[in-house]
């Protein structure tokens, strides 16, 4: 929790400082950054409890980055109230987004693809529709509803579609090459052991086994 409220700071300073200027869209940007990551810091904390009957200090985490997030690409752009819609959408979306891993199978110990990925999604789409031109003046590229039409919304999927499109060939390729080399993966066996010990043949934790047990 010390971390990610040691990021949530930081996030002040390349949502806010993009900028480039102590204007009325820093200020925005700033506003909209905090709403955004507690809105979707509560959604997750309120998804897990239904759906899992609990609440763990790890989702409300996740939940605040998947906000966070989000939110980067829109801060600017959109009203507080539209922050906190989507900062609620990226915490209920992501909850749900990071148990794709178990499905499908891919090593993703971070969560990189459900928080970072599709919140990162979700946000950018979301510009379609929740842009407001008072905000950055130019009329013509207001979201869906705030009279743009679907002019925007449509641009915004279509710079996502390029973006993973040449992200998913580029790192293939990365993938492939690494593959060929390296290798991509430890053994299973490794896996079980765990990478502190079969890598560098020591353990950043000392459990003791009592409370082990207890827990």
Request: negative net charge.
């Amino acid at each position: 929790m010390i971390g990610t409220g040691i990021l949530w700071f930081g996030w002040f300073g390349f949502n806010a400082g993009s900028a480039l200027s102590a204007n009325g869209q820093a200020v925005q940007a700033f506003m909209n950054t905090f709403l955004a990551a507690a809105a979707a810091g509560l959604a997750w904390a309120i998804t897990e409890r239904i759906k899992d009957g609990h609440i763990t200090n790890l989702g409300a985490a996740s939940g605040i980055v998947a906000g966070l997030v989000a939110i980067t690409p829109a801060c600017g752009y959109v009203s507080s109230m539209s922050a906190i819609f989507i900062g609620l959408a990226a915490g209920l979306v992501c909850c749900f987004a990071v148990h794709l891993k178990f499905r499908a199978g891919y090593d993703d110990a971070l969560d990189v693809v459900g928080v970072h990925f599709v919140g990162g999604l979700v946000g950018s789409l979301m510009i379609g529709l929740f842009a407001d031109a008072e905000y950055f003046g130019a009329e013509h590229m207001s979201g869906l509803f705030y009279g743009g039409g679907f002019r925007l919304l449509g641009e915004q999927a279509i710079a996502n579609g390029v973006t993973i499109v040449y992200s998913a060939v580029v790192t293939a390729l990365i993938l492939l090459a690494l593959k060929a080399t390296v290798g991509l993966r430890v053994s299973e066996e490794e896996e079980n052991v765990g990478l502190d010990i079969s890598e560098h043949a020591e353990t950043a934790y000392h459990a003791d086994d009592t409370i082990m047990e207890r827990a």
